[in-house]
Every structure is written in C-alpha cells, then in structure tokens.
C-alpha cells in the first residue's frame, strides 16, 4: 500500500522545501517506512511536493502496534511549525485535503482501516 503525502504551500519551490522538511521528521518518527519523492510535473528540476510512504509488511506490523500515531505526529508537526497544508490518500485516491494538525491522526487510521 501506498500513501501519497501532498505538501500544499503558497508556492512550488515553498511546497518542495516543506517536502524535504516533513520526509526528514517522518524519517525520524517513522523509520521503519519507506519514502520517495515525487514530481508533481516531470519537467520539473526540483523533487517536487509530493511523498510516498509506502507501507511494506513490516511497516503494517509497526504501525498497527500503534495505529499510524508515529507518522502522523511527523505530519502534524510540520503543520503546526509551517505554513501548509496537506493532501493524504492511498493508492492514488485523495482522502483528505488540506489538513489541520488534529486531523491528521484520525485520517490516518480511517485510511489504514480501509486499505487493509
């Protein structure tokens, strides 16, 4: 399974560098889950605003110890400590958009609960 993690700011250089941002906290919160950086346009030379968590067997395991509340304090604390918002969906489908920090969690599980 994956989720694709949008970072939403006033501008696509703004939305890139909180990219960076939120996959290093993720990394540290969560690093039993692998992420990789995608273009929101293939022309684009930077990375692009947009992460993908992918959730191996081992990351379910983890996660479900503790329903996604690891990666989703990483999310929520970006949010508090910039100015963005976030787009979350799995395999493609959006979920939920722009996202407020007490949100984050709730959509998480309800996420992982329908994916499973």
């Not at 692998?34 to 992460?51: H, Q, Y």
Request: aromatic content about 2%.
């Amino acid at each position: 399974m994956e989720l694709e993690l949008h970072v939403n700011a006033e501008s696509h250089r703004k939305s890139s560098k909180l990219a960076d941002e939120l996959l290093g906290m993720l990394k540290s919160y969560a690093p039993w889950i692998e992420f990789t950086r995608k273009r929101v346009n293939e022309s684009d030379m930077e990375l692009g605003a947009i992460l993908i968590a992918i959730l191996s067997a081992k990351s379910v395991v983890e996660l479900a110890k503790d329903p996604a509340k690891e990666l989703a304090k990483g999310i929520a604390h970006l949010l508090e400590k910039r100015r963005a918002t976030i787009t979350i969906g799995a395999d493609g489908e959006i979920l939920a958009e722009n996202l407020r920090p007490e949100d984050v969690l709730p959509v998480l599980r309800l996420i992982l609960a329908k994916n499973k």
